[in-house]
């Protein structure tokens, strides 16, 4: 069983809609957690980054951590077609020095 | 972006050889990391850096060393190219006082025939 689990995807909805992006993991140890957006044939991004359980809103964009469930989510409000990209979950172990990420969710926003 | 060169971004090997990848960073972060990525494995790291000389192994190292003899170049050495290497292989860098590998590189798309 792999450490993070991403909801596989691929996701295609309508501009304007709510876009619900979803991983779970099962290491205890992971500290700080991660969104990253990749457009086709670039590097991945940084797209926000949370360390405790709750919210954190930016722009249109909110991260949501549950570490009772070990469940994260990115919501994505008021989609535009420049959202259209692969969104990858990565999680942090500060004793370990480094990251693990999910497979990542292609998300295609339609005009 | 962010001061990442990776080089060369696109290179097609043959099974056997050697080949070795640049990471070059003008930021002076002191990690450095050396993902691949592939359909259905997201990123997986292989080595990484938390300093000069300073290198750990990742996840999937076998067949990979590196070797960072100064602070802004990391280099990925595929000692004998083998088919399952095929790859886009990206570098990624830390801020030092930061936690997160906030910024990548480009990508090199190797291919091993």
């Known amino acids: 069983q792999k450490e993070v689990e991403q909801d596989p995807g691929p996701l295609s909805v309508p501009e304007g809609a709510i876009v619900s992006l979803n991983c779970t993991y099962s290491?205890?140890?992971?500290?700080?957690f991660m969104w990253y957006r990749q457009y086709s044939r670039k590097g991945p991004e940084l797209l926000m980054y949370?360390?405790?359980?709750g919210n954190k809103e930016d722009g249109r964009f909110t991260a949501q951590v549950d570490k009772s469930s070990k469940y994260i989510s990115l919501f994505i409000r008021d989609s535009q077609p420049s959202d259209s990209a692969t969104y990858l979950c990565?999680?942090?172990?500060?004793?370990?020095?480094?990251?693990?990420f999910g497979d990542g969710t292609t998300l295609t926003v339609k005009p | 972006d962010a001061g990442i060169t990776q080089s060369p971004r696109h290179k097609v090997t043959e099974t056997g050889t050697p080949v070795t990848l640049r990471c070059h960073q003008t930021?002076?972060?002191?990690?450095m990391y050396w993902y691949r990525q592939d359909p259905g494995h997201g990123l997986r790291l292989i080595h990484y850096?938390?300093?000069?000389?300073?290198?750990d192994k990742g996840e999937v190292s076998d067949g990979y060393s590196v070797s960072r003899s100064k602070t802004e170049d990391f280099l990925l050495t595929l000692e004998s190219a083998t088919s399952s290497q095929t790859s886009v292989y990206f570098c990624?860098?830390?801020?030092?006082?930061?936690?997160?590998?906030?910024?990548f590189g480009q990508g090199t798309r190797l291919t091993v025939v």
């Open positions: 990624a860098i830390r801020e030092s006082q930061g936690r997160t590998e906030a910024f």
């Open positions: 290491n205890s140890a992971f500290q700080y």
């Open positions: 949370t360390y405790s359980s």
């Open positions: 990565a999680m942090y172990n500060t004793n370990a020095g480094k990251s693990t």
């Open positions: 930021e002076n972060h002191r990690y």
């Open positions: 850096s938390y300093g000069v000389k300073d290198t």
